[in-house]
């Protein structure tokens, strides 16, 4: 018989798993293999790393008008200074850029009111963010009240990309919810609907709808009403994110446990209220990997606009590089718009990591 | 176990003998196929207010199907459903109406995991019952401290024991004040030193007079609680009885083999 009555006391864990010393030998030095990746690893940095930091810093220039101030073997940034304005606000004329810069100064104001949970109110951050918001950035923008009208051919870089963007992510995230609940639905006219609608706008590339917007589109509307190229690109972008959201929003339902529809019903909510409440809340949740790899698509594929005449931040760079005037300067140009879409990117991936964890309530089944 | 099950008879001497005599639940003549699967063959069944059912049968002989037959998580082809004097029909207003006076209990609790055990518990009274959100909490925490588990009031159900997990949505069904609960093998899925507690709680309800039916094989509790045990195999009723003679003296072969099937181990 064995008795053993004393509770035996926590004791630290051993040095060699904590600490940076534990730390490395776990993830860096675990197995021969290991360290030999490591190893080549550490290595192959060595080699890299100095070539490039003294390209893009110790050797470039920064400042200028023209590339004569490019006088060293490091990269010509003068290029993106001196066109700093274009890449930023397209030809927006000189005297409303105040205009575009507020809507940049609201736009972050409002997103750091949604996105913050720390926020008082964010309700009606996110009420303003769906309906103020975009009206007084079209006023801003387009014109109207006073203001100069600009025309949306004038519209251009980054200020294009964040305006396609964001109509993309506003108009394609409700849309794709109601086409995903809509393909599940009982009743075959809407579910069949919505299937077709799926499938039609997912299989086709997103080029092939541009080209369609730009290009076919007028033949379908009546008579005298044009419609702004820009409008049509935003419609056809949104309807394809749309799609490609209710899908990601589908596979979300798929995972729901049968369980939690029943709990709803069994307790007498509404089919509308047991989606508000229950169903939708845990579905944006768990589709928020596949939610964000979507806005993320859909953030770097705007550029495609490039092809019906659009000119967003990489098209502006593209005609900068043209120019005879700053011969080779492909290769800064095109670094730094990659830079630029990334820094974005990451972002919108960093927050969604974070938004993850703070939804997290302890819950796996 | 013979002890245990006097253990619990004696422990629940309040439990009310009388019935009322009118009718909360009523089956007549449900049939019900899942594609060519006749599942639920000519089920008639009487529930009186305040009485308190209980039903057993070997897995698959459509226990589940019948009693969510009558909050309509399933569809019957055949026959009439009425409950609390209204007719089951495919009127959305009315399947609510019935919905809202029949609370359920799930094997598998079915707790919404997003939300805090309050906020669970307050859901369907706020949205379906259009309760003031300060009247609603105050309600939930009174069923909360009647389960025994107020003090978890804002954690997650996913940081819960099952068994308080399964009082939670016992606590939850009852905020909304039903005429009726429903309960699909509340304690099946518990680990044993937590169906006792869950067990206690259904039983302090059926001393208050709740009209219950519980699908369960926990016969201590069956024969402590029930008025009338249901014995259902292959989609039919084939035995009814008060449980003293159902336990003594079953009937049927069926059941016969059913009883010392549980009752051996
Ligand atoms: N949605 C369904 N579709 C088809 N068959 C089903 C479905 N649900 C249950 N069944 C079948 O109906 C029978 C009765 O199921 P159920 O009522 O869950 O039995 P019990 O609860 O008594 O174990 C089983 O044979 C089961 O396989
Ligand atoms: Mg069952």
Redesign the interface.
């Known amino acids: 018989m064995i008795v053993n009555p004393e509770t035996i006391p926590s004791r630290p864990a051993p040095a060699s798993r904590r600490g940076i010393i534990g730390w490395l030998r776990a993830n860096l030095f675990s197995s021969p293999l290991n360290s030999l990746l490591s190893l080549s690893g550490l290595i192959f940095l060595a080699w890299a790393l100095p070539p490039v930091v003294q390209w893009v810093f110790l050797e470039a220039n920064f400042l200028g008008e023209n590339k004569d101030a490019c006088t060293s073997e490091g990269a010509c940034w003068v290029f993106v200074s001196a066109r700093f304005q274009q890449f930023l606000y397209g030809f927006y004329p000189d005297t409303e850029l105040w205009r575009v810069n507020l809507f940049f100064f609201e736009m972050a104001a409002v997103l750091t009111w949604v996105l913050w949970d720390k926020m008082p109110k964010r309700l009606w951050g996110g009420i303003w963010f769906l309906t103020g918001f975009p009206l007084t950035s079209f006023f801003l923008l387009y014109g109207g009240f006073g203001l100069e009208t600009v025309e949306t051919h004038k519209w251009g870089g980054l200020m294009l990309t964040l305006v396609l963007s964001l109509v993309g992510m506003v108009i394609a995230l409700p849309v794709g919810i109601l086409l995903a609940l809509g393909r599940r639905s009982d009743m075959p006219a809407i579910s069949s609907f919505c299937t077709v609608f799926i499938e039609l706008w997912r299989g086709v590339p997103l080029i092939t709808i541009l080209f369609m917007a730009s290009v076919m589109l007028p033949l379908f509307v009546p008579g005298d009403i044009e419609l702004d190229k820009l409008i049509r690109a935003m419609i056809g972008i949104s309807l394809f994110e749309a799609a490609l959201i209710a899908e990601v929003i589908r596979g979300g339902l798929q995972a729901m446990p049968k369980g939690q529809y029943e709990a709803a019903d069994a307790m007498g909510l509404t089919y509308w209220q047991g989606m508000r409440q229950i169903i939708m809340p845990q579905v944006l949740k768990i589709s928020i990997p596949g939610i964000v790899n979507t806005f993320v698509q859909l953030f770097k594929d705007t550029s495609l606009v490039l092809i019906i005449g659009l000119f967003d931040l990489l098209a502006v760079m593209q005609a900068g590089i043209a120019d005879v005037n700053w011969p080779n300067v492909a290769i800064e140009g095109f670094v730094f718009t990659g830079f630029v879409f990334w820094l974005f990117c990451f972002g919108i991936s960093r927050y969604s990591q974070l938004l993850e964890r703070k939804l997290d309530t302890g819950h796996k089944s | 176990m013979q002890a245990e099950l006097q253990k619990q008879k004696k422990s629940a001497v309040n439990i009310p003998s009388e019935v009322e005599t009118e009718t909360m639940i009523s089956l007549k003549g449900v049939n019900k196929w899942y594609g060519d699967f006749h599942v639920l063959k000519d089920i008639n069944l009487t529930v009186k207010k305040g009485e308190r059912i209980v039903v057993c049968g070997p897995s698959g002989s459509g226990k589940s199907t019948m009693i969510r037959c009558i909050?309509?998580?399933e569809e019957h082809q055949e026959g009439e459903i009425d409950v609390n004097g209204v007719t089951l029909t495919n009127d959305?207003k009315n399947i609510?109406h019935i919905?809202?006076d029949?609370?359920?209990v799930?094997q598998?609790f079915?707790?919404?995991?997003?939300l805090t055990v309050l906020e669970n518990c307050t859901?369907?009274p706020i949205?379906?019952r259009r309760m003031p959100r300060q009247e609603a909490e105050a309600i939930a925490m009174q069923y909360l401290e009647r389960v025994q588990i107020p003090c978890q009031a804002h954690k997650?159900?996913?940081?819960l024991s099952g068994g308080q997990q399964q009082r939670v949505a016992i606590a939850?069904?009852l905020c909304?004040n039903p005429q009726v609960m429903l309960f699909d093998e509340p304690t099946s899925a518990l680990d044993p030193e937590m169906i006792k507690e869950v067990l206690d709680v259904m039983v302090e309800l059926a001393e208050e007079g709740m009209t219950m039916i519980c699908v369960t094989h926990e016969m201590g509790f069956a024969r402590t609680v029930a008025n009338r045990v249901i014995f259902m195999d292959g989609g039919q009723i084939i035995e009814e009885n008060a449980p003293e003679p159902f336990f003594n003296d079953p009937q049927s072969d069926r059941t016969k083999l059913f009883l010392s099937q549980i009752l051996s181990h």
């Not at chain 2, 997650?156 to 940081?159: D, I, L, N, S, W």
């Open positions: 909050n309509r998580l959305l609510e919905r809202k029949v609370g359920m799930f598998h079915n707790l919404f995991p997003h859901l369907a949205w379906v997650y159900p996913g940081q939850r069904s909304m």
